[in-house]
Nanobody, 124 residues
Framework: QVQLVESGGGLVQAGGSLRLSCAAS????????MGWFRQAPGKEREFVAT????????YYADSVKGRFTISRDNAKNTVYLQMNSLKPEDTAVYYC?????????????????WGQGTQVTVSS
């Protein structure tokens, strides 16, 4: 497994932007497919975005498509989530996750390494 640490969360007004980062350590980062998920209070953890091992392919949940961008820098062992045009319904704890297939994955159970999460709050 790989160890993951998220950062970059915070409080932002609706329409604003945030950039989340997820730093990886412990194993070769570039072999992992990566994903971002989020969990709002009282709700299940849901898929947000995923990227394959070399960044050539990405996939997004419909709710964030066109507003969020996932990217990675394998030289820095880091994956990012750029979030623009934020809405109050984007408020949640955001988690990054790694899967050992190196491919894009959308299911929570398809990931075996998780970060501790970072809170994103969007005020109206």
């Amino acid at each position: 497994q790989v160890q993951l640490v998220e950062s970059g969360g915070g409080l932002v007004q609706a329409g604003g932007s945030l950039r989340l980062s997820c730093a990886a350590s412990g194993r070769t980062f570039s072999i992992y497919g990566m994903g971002w998920f989020r969990q709002a209070p009282g709700k299940e953890r849901e898929f947000v975005a995923t990227i394959n091992w070399n960044g050539s392919n990405t996939y997004y949940a419909d709710s964030v498509k066109g507003r969020f961008t996932i990217s990675r820098d394998n030289a820095k062992n880091t994956v990012y989530l750029q979030m623009n045009s934020l809405k109050p319904e984007d408020t949640a704890v955001y988690y990054c996750a790694a899967n050992p297939t190196g491919r894009m994955r959308v299911g929570v159970r398809q990931y075996d390494s998780w970060g501790q999460g970072t809170q994103v709050t969007v005020s109206s």
